[in-house]
Nanobody
Framework: QVQLVESGGGLMQAGGSLRLSCAAS????????MGWFRQAPGKEREFVAH????????YYAEFVKGRFTINRDNAQKKVFLQMNMLKPEDTAVYYC????????????????????WGQGTQVTVSS
């Protein structure tokens, strides 16, 4: 069983930065691929970023490339999302998720491929 707890959300002006954290429980964290997703009101949950189990590879949605950075610290059992140059359209609830099974470049954007989810943290960007 894995429990994920996000933190670091808040209200920020456009152009500002926030750093989200996701703290995990469970001994197998270092073997899990991790992802960040977001969900805006009235919209489906969408993929934001993904990092492999050892942090060796990262992947991003096109709309955050060059602005957001995902990284992880397996010793601390944490994954982070550094968000720079925030835009009002980044406003959403952000979720971290853990994938315990096989996940590929083709499937990492799929919500169903992740087995555990946090409760989410609200990010609001004002114009």
């Amino acid at each position: 069983q894995v429990q994920l707890v996000e933190s670091g959300g808040g209200l920020m002006q456009a152009g500002g930065s926030l750093r989200l954290s996701c703290a995990a429980s469970g001994r197998a964290f270092s073997s899990y691929a991790m992802g960040w997703f977001r969900q805006a009101p009235g919209k489906e949950r969408e993929f934001v970023a993904h990092i492999t189990w050892n942090g060796g590879d990262t992947y991003y949605a096109e709309f955050v490339k060059g602005r957001f950075t995902i990284n992880r610290d397996n010793a601390q059992k944490k994954v982070f999302l550094q968000m720079n140059m925030l835009k009002p359209e980044d406003t959403a609830v952000y979720y971290c998720a853990a994938a315990t099974g096989m996940i590929t470049i083709a499937t990492m954007t799929q919500v169903a491929k992740y087995d555990y989810w946090g409760q989410g943290t609200q990010v609001t960007v004002s114009s």
